[in-house]
């Protein structure tokens, strides 16, 4: 199998504690990639059949909804689809990638998920939505694997056909609340939506929070609003040293709540958030670094978009004929170009043991326990014996997050490594 390792970050990150791990390097020769081809998207049935030996695999998000949009993870399998597939295939298999509008709604998730299953797809790759109850069940009938989805639902963490690449929203808030304490925090009030899917997130950030006996704020938010000010005043409090804030509102949302802080003006309060409520554009939207998020903690699943780990992504998009600006810093298109290259090597492997590429196999292959590992997470291992020990998200593997700092106007490293936070979403104990 040919290997895509080889080129380095800048700095070569090392471990700094046991529970760290360094980022791998992944090379950044496009060329090693397998090809995939790209459908037309929401083609249905008739437009997502495949001819002769060719594979099908599919990409869904929502579009055109607003705040829950990403458009990029769709348009990012598309353009894996005609990069690759241009320089002879999967193996020497077409693949097709048939996309999908979600809508943000049960319905298109249900609708998406059926058009796979018509579709004879192989796997689901990437792909977004909160209704994992909805789609999960659609694809556990037909045996279609979901291969690295954006983690929002709890069905995306039990379901024994689904194989998440990132902790999701759990890891991220878990991250959050240890880098917080790790930055001296003495209060935290915890900024989220006011739904089902926040209140899950606040057991999570308290887990991280009580071993240093740092007082939490449950701060609950619309998810859509122009102000914010009884919010953030809520949040802040007093306004003492010490006194920290973690948002996880989503990218839209969390613009308009930093403007609110920005007019409230808060002297003490250090802000924070988690990957996909704060990325690149919504640090340059809020004026960099003499925006609001100057200094600001970020918990993420992967390395900062500025490593050169992330130069095979940048190349892809760049020589993408259809010349869409998908931003390469949004989490939902990293998930993506990780799932994909998880599909690759498994089908590398499948392909190089003289086994067929099918739904059945693929499933086979990662519930084997083999180890997967593409360079932008630590190893992926979905076997028996590496699931969390949890009732609810015992598919939840990748338990590192990394932690990033907003300096010079960029998001960057703040430590090199992944950190694990398994002990956090257990509910067990700091390591020594």
């Known amino acids: 199998m040919t290997s895509l390792r080889g080129s380095s970050q800048a700095q070569n990150p090392i471990a700094v504690r046991r529970r760290r791990r360094p980022i791998a390097a992944a090379a950044t020769a496009v060329a090693l990639l397998p090809t995939l081809f790209s459908a037309s998207a929401c083609g249905g049935p008739a ?52 996309t999908c509008n979600e809508h943000n709604s049960a319905d298109g998730a249900t609708a998406c998920a059926q058009q796979a299953v018509d579709a004879k797809a192989v796997a689901v790759l990437g792909s977004y939505s909160q209704f994992g109850d909805r789609f999960m069940p659609v694809l556990e ?8 989805g954006y983690g929002l639902s709890q069905p995306e963490f039990s379901s024994p056909l689904s194989y998440p690449v990132a902790g999701g929203l759990p890891a991220l808030i878990g991250g959050s609340g240890r880098q917080l304490v790790e930055a001296g925090c003495k209060a935290v009030a915890l900024i989220r939506p006011d739904t089902p ?52 509102l989503g990218a839209e949302p969390t613009g308009n709540l930093l403007d609110t802080y920005r ?20 640090v340059d939207s809020t004026g960099g670094d003499s925006g609001p998020l100057a200094g600001a903690y970020v918990t993420g699943w992967y390395p900062p978009e500025s490593a050169r780990i992330w130069d095979a992504l940048r190349a892809v998009v760049r020589n993408d004929p259809a010349g869409r600006p998908i931003d390469v810093a949004d989490p939902g298109v990293q998930t993506t170009w990780v799932a994909y290259e998880v599909f690759r090597q498994v089908s590398d492997r499948l392909s190089g043991a003289g086994r067929p590429v099918s739904a059945k196999t693929v ?25 969390l020990p949890s009732t609810e998200s015992p598919r939840l593997v990748n338990t590192w997050v990394t932690y990033q700092v907003v300096k010079g106007g960029r998001m960057t490293l703040q430590q090199p490594g992944f950190v694990d936070v398994r002990w956090v979403l257990t509910g067990g104990k700091p390591p020594a």
Do not use: F, H
């Open 263 to 282: 007019r409230v003006g808060p002297k003490n309060t250090r802000i924070a958030s988690v990957i996909g409520s704060v990325q690149q554009s919504v």
């Open 141 to 148: 009938r037909a045996g279609i694997p979901l291969i690295g």
């Open 47 to 98: 437009d997502a059949a495949t001819n002769g030996g060719d594979l099908t695999v599919m990409t869904w998000a929502p579009s055109g909804t607003g705040t829950a949009d990403r458009p990029g993870m769709t348009e990012l399998a598309e353009a894996i689809g005609r990069d690759i597939n241009a320089k002879g295939g999967l193996n020497g298999r077409r693949i097709q990638v048939i």
């Open 363 to 387: 499933t086979a292959l990662l519930d084997g326990g083999e180890q997967v590992d593409v360079g932008l997470t630590p190893p992926l291992n979905w076997g028996t014996t590496n699931m």
């Open 197 to 248: 899917a926040g209140d899950n997130l606040l057991g999570y950030l308290a887990n991280a929070l009580k071993p240093a006996g740092i007082k939490l704020l449950d701060v609950k938010a619309p998810e859509k609003s122009p102000d914010y000010t009884p919010v953030v005043r809520k949040a802040v409090g007093k306004d003492e040293p010490g006194n920290c804030i973690t948002s996880a």
